[in-house]
């Protein structure tokens, strides 16, 4: 093998990634972000609100 010394094997390059980003993967990367902040905005309200179920375990009354 070319590139080998002593039985060693070459060092990998890291693979190169593309640059270049389209309109489509800007414009999803964008909607993304706006769909997070609606589900953060959401979680906000949910949590202020308090516990939505109060029921909790139901006894069955027998002893």
Known sequence: MPGC???KKPM???KKQA???DDEDK???QKQKEEQ???EKLNVMA???GP???GGIKN???K
Do not use: C, R
Request: net charge positive.
């Open 5 to 7: 010394e002593n039985g």
């Open 12 to 14: 990998q390059q890291p």
């Open 19 to 21: 640059k270049g980003t």
């Open 27 to 29: 414009s999803f990367t």
């Open 37 to 39: 902040k609606e589900l």
């Open 47 to 49: 949590t202020g609100k």
């Open 52 to 54: 939505l179920v109060t």
């Open 60 to 62: 069955s009354g027998k």
